[in-house]
C-alpha cells in the first residue's frame, strides 16, 4: 500500500539575523493511513517545523522549504498554491497546538469556532453546521454540550478547550490530525483523559495521527512508531516497542532512561534518575558534516566529529543514524 | 578599590548604552538638533536681531521678502521675525515649567498610589479619574477666566489638567517595581518609607516617566498655543498661537501670518516628539533587545 | 442580572461624578478673587442692587459654605445651571440650544477618526515595510504635532478661499431654499472642514494604535488556529483578527472623549460653529461666569455618558471585558 504522507528529502531553511540555517536537513519520512506515528525529541530539535511545513504554515518571509518533497495523496503540498494549501487544511489535514489557551479565539463562541470549519469546507449551512457541532462537541466528551456550545472560551478549562481544539480538527473527518505536543500545558491528570480521546477518535475515524512530543511515557502508550529528532535531523526511526527494548541511537537511550518505568517494573530496583547532558547545538551549526549529538555523546570518537552519519538500517524497518549503531 | 570601579562603571553603563542608542538614532538626533536650534534662537535671537516685537516698523501685511522684512509684518505692521523669537521664548518657558509642574504633580499622586495602595491609592486613582473626566481644554479656559491670564495663572492651569498622564504611568511602574525582590530586600534592611520611595523605587522608575515628560513638553506648547488662539492669555504677551490668533481674521489678505507661527509650533512640538520617540526606544530594555 | 448590576453600578459612580464637577465648580467660584455675587454679577456691571440681591438670594450667600454647596448641587440635579445674566436666560436653555451642534461636531468627527483610523492600521499592518505603513507613521506624528487650530486655518484657507469647495464657516445657510434634502446637503457642506480638522489627531492615534494592535493579535496563536483551518486571508483578517485588535482602539477612543470636545473648542472657533465651545468663548469674554462653570459641568456629563457608551461597546466587542469584573 502506498503511504498516505510521503516526505523526501525535506529541507527546511530558515532565515535568523546571524544568516540562514538549515532547521530541518535531509529529513524523509512515511505515514501509512491510519497509523499513529510520532515525533520525539527536545525543544527546537525541528519538531513543530516539520509540522508546518506539512500544513504549509511556515512563518512568512522567514522560514520555506529549500528543496524536497511532502507527498499527500500524489500531491507535492511543497509545491501547492496557496488556495490549495488552504482547501486542504483544516479538511483533509488539520492541527491542535501546545497552547489550548490562547489557541482558541477569545471574542468567538466555541460553536461559531466549530461551525466555522465546516461551512468552510463541507458547504453546510448554518442551522446543520451548529448541530454537527453539538454532536462533535459531545464526541469529544464535553458534558452537556447544549449548554456549552455557546460559551465563550475564557469560560472553559485548559483540558475543556483542548477537546474544542480536538473537535474542530476532526469535524471535518481529517486523513491526517498533527498533534503538536498536545497536552504539555495540561494537567497531568487532564492529559491521559486527552490522550484516551485522541487515541479512540483516532481509531473510530481512521484518522492517521502525527503526535509531536518530548514524553516518551506518551509515545508507549499512543503510537505505533516513532521518529526521534535531533537537531533537525532524524536520529532514530521505527516501531516504537522495538526501539524502547533497545534503542540503536545514545540519544535515543539518553531520552528513554529519563523516563524510568518504560524499562523497568515498578517493583523493580529503579536505576537513578538520569538525564541526557549539555544543550542542542546553536541553529547556526545545525548544517555541519558531523554528528550533531556528538557533542554531547560519550561514545563519540574522530569519525562521529567529522563526518555526518548515514542511516543504518536493523530489522522491522528500525533505522538509525549513528557510526556506531551495531555496536549499541 | 578596583571592584568599586567596576562596580560602578556596572552601574552606569544602561545609561551610557541608552545614551548610544539614542546617538544612533537619526531621527532623535534630528529632532534634538532642532529644538536645540530654536532654544538658541530664542534666547540669542534678541542679541542677533535687534527689534520690538510690539512696535509697528512697516505698514501692515507686508508680504515676506518685501521691504527688507523676511517674514513681513502683521497686521498692525510689526516684524514677524522679532515676533517669532519673541514667541520661542514664551512657548518655551510655558512648555518647560508647565511640563515640570504636571511631572511634579503626576510622580506624587502616582507614588504615593502606586507604593501606599490600598485606600490610599482607591482614593487618588479616583482623583485621577475625576480629572480626566473634565475636558483639559475647557477646564483651563474656565481657571483662567476666574483667576486671570498671567502666564504664571496659565501654566497652573495647563500643569492643573494634564497630570494624569503621569500619574497613571508612574502608579504603574510603582506597582510593578514595589513587588520586585530588591525592594522587598531593602524593606527587610529597614528602609523607610520615603526612602524607598526616592532612592529605591523612583529611579528605577524614571524611564518610562522622562519619555512621558519629554512629550508633555510638546502637547503644554499645544496646549498654551490654544489657550492663546482664544485670546485667552496675557495681551502684553507675543506667543506664537497669539500670533495666529490676532492675525486670524486677516488671512484673507495675509495668510503667512497664520502659516509661519503654526510652522514654528509645528516644527517645534515634532522635533520634542521624535525626540520622545528616540528616549522611548533608548530606555524601553524590550526594545534595545531587538 | 449580573449585568444589571453592574450599569447601575456605572451610572451611581458617574453621578458621584458629576457632584465631584459641581463640588469643584462651587469650590473655584469661592476662591476667585472677590466676593461671589461680584464675581457672578460681573457680566451685569457688578454694581446693580436688585441683581446682586438676587444673586445673594440664589446662592444663600448668608448660609454657610457646605449649606451653599448643598443647595447648589441640589439646584444643579433639577436641571437648574443658575441664571446667565450677560444673555438674561436660564443657563440650561443656553446651553441646551448649543449641545446638539457640538455633539454633531464631536461625534461625526469621532466616527471618522475611528473608521479611517482602523482601516489604515489594518491596510499597514499586513504590509508592516510598506508605503502605507510609513504613512500612517507620517501621518501619526503630523496629528500629534500640528496644533489643530492651525491645520484647520490651513485647510480653510485651500479648500474655502482658494478652491471655494466648501463655506469658510457655521453650520448653515439660512439662505439656502429647498427641502430637506437641499438644507441637509448644505450641512454636510458645512461639516466637512471642521469634521476633517478635528478627526486628523484622533485619526492619527487610532491607526497607529491599530496598526500596533493588528500586529500583535496576527502574532497569536488563535490567528495560527485559524490559519491551520484553512480560512481566506480575508476571513482571518477582517473575522478573527480585527475584532480582537479594535478593543484597545475603542478603549483609547473612550478616553479621548474629552480631548475631542477640547479640540472641538479650538475647531468651533477657527470655523464659527455655533456650539458650546464657541458659547464657552462669548461667555468667557463676557465673564458670564454661570453660563462657563455650566459649560465645564455638561461637557463633563457628557464625557461620561461617552464613556459609558465606550464602556458597553467593548462589553459587545469582547466577551472577557464583562466577566473579569
Known amino acids: 500500500m502506498a503511504a498516505l504522507l510521503k516526505v523526501e528529502n525535506l529541507r527546511i531553511e530558515l532565515t535568523t539575523r546571524d544568516g540562514i540555517a538549515p532547521v530541518i536537513d535531509d529529513l524523509s519520512l512515511e505515514l501509512n493511513a491510519g497509523e499513529t506515528l510520532s515525533f520525539v525529541g527536545e525543544s527546537g530539535c525541528g519538531k513543530s517545523m516539520t509540522a508546518l511545513a506539512i500544513m504549509g504554515l511556515l512563518p512568512d518571509k522567514v522560514?520555506?522549504?529549500?528543496?524536497?518533497?511532502?507527498?499527500?495523496?500524489?500531491?507535492?503540498?511543497?509545491?501547492?498554491?496557496?488556495?490549495?494549501?488552504?482547501?486542504?487544511?483544516?479538511?483533509?489535514?488539520?492541527?491542535?497546538?501546545?497552547?489550548?489557551?490562547?489557541?482558541?479565539?477569545?471574542?468567538?463562541?466555541?460553536?461559531?469556532?466549530?461551525?466555522?470549519?465546516?461551512?468552510?469546507?463541507?458547504?453546510?449551512?448554518?442551522?446543520?453546521?451548529?448541530?454537527?457541532?453539538?454532536?462533535?462537541?459531545?464526541?469529544?466528551?464535553?458534558?452537556?454540550?447544549?449548554?456549552?456550545?455557546?460559551?465563550?472560551?475564557?469560560?472553559?478549562?485548559?483540558?475543556?478547550?483542548?477537546?474544542?481544539?480536538?473537535?474542530?480538527?476532526?469535524?471535518?473527518e481529517p486523513k491526517i490530525l498533527i498533534a503538536d505536543e498536545p497536552t504539555t500545558a495540561l494537567d497531568v491528570t487532564v492529559q491521559a483523559q486527552i490522550f484516551d480521546l485522541l487515541r479512540d477518535l483516532g481509531k473510530e475515524t481512521g484518522t492517521a495521527i502525527i503526535l509531536i512530543t518530548h514524553d516518551m511515557g506518551a509515545v508507549a502508550e499512543m503510537a505505533e512508531r516513532m521518529i526521534v529528532m535531533y537537531a533537525g535531523r532524524k536520529a532514530e526511526e521505527g516501531p516504537v516497542d522495538q526501539i524502547i527494548e533497545h534503542p540503536r541511537h545514545p540519544?535515543?537511550?539518553?531520552?528513554?532512561?529519563?523516563?524510568?518505568?518504560?524499562?523497568?517494573?515498578?517493583?523493580?530496583?529503579?536505576?537513578?534518575?538520569?538525564?541526557?547532558?549539555?544543550?542542542?547545538?546553536?541553529?547556526?551549526?545545525?548544517?555541519?558534516?558531523?554528528?550533531?549529538?556528538?557533542?554531547?555523546?560519550?561514545?563519540?570518537?574522530?569519525?562521529?566529529r567529522s563526518s555526518r552519519p548515514t542511516e543504518m538500517k536493523f530489522k522491522n524497518d528500525q533505522h538509525s543514524a549513528c557510526w556506531q549503531a551495531k555496536e549499541l | 578599590m578596583s571592584e568599586q570601579q567596576e562596580f560602578l562603571e556596572k552601574a552606569r553603563s544602561p545609561f551610557s548604552e541608552a545614551f548610544e542608542m539614542f546617538r544612533k538614532n537619526h531621527a532623535a538626533m534630528a529632532g534634538l538638533v532642532v529644538l536645540l536650534l530654536i532654544v538658541l534662537g530664542g534666547f540669542l535671537g534678541p542679541y542677533l536681531y535687534v527689534g520690538d516685537p510690539f512696535e509697528m516698523v512697516w505698514a501692515p501685511t507686508t508680504p515676506p521678502g518685501e521691504e527688507g522684512y523676511f517674514l513681513g509684518t502683521d497686521y498692525l505692521g510689526r516684524d514677524m521675525?522679532?515676533?517669532?523669537?519673541?514667541?520661542?521664548?514664551?512657548?518655551?518657558?510655558?512648555?518647560?515649567?508647565?511640563?515640570?509642574?504636571?511631572?511634579?504633580?503626576?510622580?506624587?499622586?502616582?507614588?504615593?498610589?502606586?507604593?501606599?495602595?490600598?485606600?490610599?491609592?482607591?482614593?487618588?486613582?479616583?482623583?485621577?479619574?475625576?480629572?480626566?473626566?473634565?475636558?483639559?481644554?475647557?477646564?483651563?479656559?474656565?481657571?483662567?477666566?476666574?483667576?486671570?491670564?498671567s502666564l504664571p495663572m496659565i501654566t497652573l492651569a495647563i500643569g492643573l489638567v494634564s497630570w494624569p498622564a503621569v500619574a497613571r504611568i508612574t502608579r504603574s511602574e510603582f506597582l510593578r517595581i514595589r513587588e520586585l525582590?530588591?525592594?522587598?530586600?531593602?524593606?527587610?534592611?529597614?528602609?523607610?518609607?520615603?526612602?524607598?520611595?526616592?532612592?529605591?523605587?523612583?529611579?528605577?522608575?524614571?524611564?518610562?516617566?522622562?519619555?512621558?515628560?519629554?512629550?508633555?513638553?510638546?502637547?503644554?506648547?499645544?496646549?498654551?498655543?490654544?489657550?492663546?488662539?482664544?485670546?485667552?492669555?496675557?495681551?502684553?504677551?507675543?506667543?506664537?498661537?497669539?500670533?495666529?490668533?490676532?492675525?486670524?481674521?486677516?488671512?484673507?489678505?495675509?495668510?503667512?501670518?497664520?502659516?509661519?507661527?503654526?510652522?514654528?509650533?509645528?516644527?517645534?512640538?515634532?522635533?520634542?516628539?521624535?525626540?520622545?520617540?528616540?528616549?522611548?526606544?533608548?530606555?524601553?530594555?524590550?526594545?534595545?533587545?531587538? | 442580572m449580573v449585568i444589571l448590576t453592574t450599569i447601575l453600578q456605572r451610572i451611581f459612580y458617574a453621578v458621584m461624578l458629576l457632584i465631584a464637577v459641581l463640588v469643584l465648580n462651587f469650590s473655584m467660584l469661592h476662591l476667585a478673587p472677590g466676593d461671589i455675587a461680584d464675581t457672578i454679577a460681573q457680566a451685569s456691571g457688578g454694581a446693580d442692587a436688585d441683581v446682586m440681591e438676587q444673586i445673594r438670594r440664589d446662592y444663600g450667600l448668608d448660609q454657610p459654605f457646605f449649606v451653599q454647596l448643598g443647595q447648589y448641587i441640589g439646584k444643579v440635579l433639577s436641571f437648574d445651571l443658575g441664571h446667565s445674566f450677560f444673555y438674561n436666560q436660564p443657563v440650561t436653555t443656553l446651553i441646551l440650544e448649543k449641545v446638539p451642534a457640538t455633539l454633531l461636531l464631536v461625534i461625526t468627527a469621532q466616527i471618522f477618526a475611528l473608521v479611517v483610523g482602523v482601516l489604515l492600521g489594518v491596510f499597514s499592518a499586513r504590509n508592516p515595510n510598506g508605503m502605507l505603513s510609513h504613512f500612517v507613521t507620517f501621518v501619526a506624528l503630523l496629528g500629534y504635532a500640528a496644533p489643530v487650530f492651525w491645520t484647520g486655518i490651513l485647510l480653510l484657507i485651500a479648500f474655502s478661499l482658494n478652491i471655494q469647495l466648501f463655506p469658510s464657516g457655521g453650520m448653515i445657510d439660512v439662505t439656502v431654499e429647498g427641502g430637506f434634502f437641499a438644507q441637509t446637503w448644505d450641512l454636510l457642506k458645512h461639516m466637512v472642514l471642521p469634521v476633517v480638522t478635528l478627526s486628523t489627531i484622533f485619526l492619527a492615534l487610532y491607526s497607529r494604535l491599530c496598526r500596533a494592535s493588528m500586529m500583535e493579535v496576527l502574532g497569536t496563536d488563535y490567528i495560527r488556529t485559524a490559519k491551520a483551518k484553512g480560512l481566506s486571508e480575508n476571513e482571518i483578517i477582517y473575522k478573527h483578527a480585527l475584532k480582537n485588535s479594535l478593543s484597545p482602539v475603542v478603549t483609547l477612543a473612550g478616553i479621548q472623549f474629552s480631548a475631542v470636545i477640547s479640540g472641538a473648542v479650538l475647531v468651533e472657533a477657527v470655523f464659527s460653529w455655533p456650539g458650546l465651545g464657541s458659547l464657552a468663548l462669548q461667555s468667557i469674554i463676557a465673564r458670564d461666569t454661570p453660563t462657563i462653570l455650566g459649560i465645564l459641568f455638561f461637557s463633563a456629563l457628557v464625557v461620561i455618558v461617552g464613556n459609558l457608551i465606550t464602556d458597553m461597546i467593548l462589553r459587545m466587542i469582547d466577551p472577557r471585558v464583562g466577566s473579569k469584573g
Open chain 1, 251 to 304: 540519544y535515543t537511550k539518553g531520552l528513554i532512561s529519563c523516563v524510568p518505568h518504560l524499562v523497568a517494573q515498578l517493583s523493580d530496583d529503579r536505576p537513578e534518575l538520569t538525564e541526557v547532558r549539555g544543550i542542542v547545538p546553536s541553529l547556526m551549526d545545525f548544517g555541519r558534516d558531523e554528528c550533531l549529538f556528538s557533542s554531547r555523546c560519550e561514545r563519540a570518537d574522530d569519525k562521529c
Open chain 1, 63 to 172: 522560514g520555506r522549504v529549500a528543496s524536497g518533497t511532502i507527498m499527500f495523496d500524489g500531491e507535492d503540498l511543497a509545491k501547492a498554491s496557496d488556495a490549495r494549501l488552504r482547501e486542504i487544511r483544516g479538511n483533509d489535514i488539520s492541527m491542535i497546538f501546545q497552547e489550548p489557551m490562547t489557541s482558541l479565539n477569545p471574542v468567538y463562541t466555541i460553536g461559531e469556532q466549530i461551525a466555522e470549519v465546516l461551512r468552510r469546507h463541507q458547504n453546510m449551512d448554518q442551522a446543520a453546521a451548529r448541530s454537527r457541532a453539538l454532536e462533535l462537541l459531545d464526541a469529544v466528551r464535553i458534558p452537556n454540550p447544549k449548554s456549552r456550545v455557546d460559551d465563550y472560551p475564557h469560560q472553559m478549562s485548559g483540558g475543556q478547550r483542548q477537546r474544542v481544539m480536538i473537535a474542530i480538527a476532526l469535524a471535518c
Open chain 2, 181 to 290: 525582590e530588591y525592594v522587598t530586600a531593602a524593606r527587610a534592611c529597614g528602609v523607610t518609607n520615603s526612602k524607598l520611595i526616592f532612592t529605591v523605587i523612583l529611579p528605577n522608575a524614571l524611564p518610562p516617566i522622562i519619555v512621558q515628560a519629554a512629550l508633555m513638553v510638546g502637547s503644554a506648547i499645544l496646549f498654551e498655543a490654544g489657550l492663546s488662539f482664544l485670546g485667552l492669555t496675557d495681551p502684553n504677551i507675543i506667543s506664537w498661537g497669539q500670533i495666529i490668533g490676532s492675525n486670524r481674521p486677516y488671512i484673507l489678505d495675509a495668510s503667512y501670518t497664520v502659516t509661519i507661527p503654526g510652522v514654528a509650533i509645528f516644527v517645534t512640538v515634532l522635533a520634542i516628539s521624535l525626540v520622545g520617540d528616540g528616549l522611548n526606544d533608548a530606555l524601553n530594555p524590550k526594545l534595545r533587545q531587538r
Open chain 2, 81 to 149: 521675525v522679532s515676533m517669532l523669537i519673541y514667541g520661542a521664548r514664551v512657548s518655551i518657558a510655558i512648555g518647560l515649567s508647565a511640563a515640570l509642574l504636571t511631572v511634579f504633580i503626576g510622580i506624587t499622586v502616582g507614588a504615593l498610589a502606586g507604593f501606599y495602595k490600598g485606600w490610599v491609592e482607591e482614593v487618588l486613582m479616583r482623583i485621577t479619574e475625576f480629572f480626566q473626566v473634565l475636558p483639559t481644554l475647557l477646564f483651563s479656559m474656565v481657571i483662567v477666566a476666574l483667576f486671570g491670564a
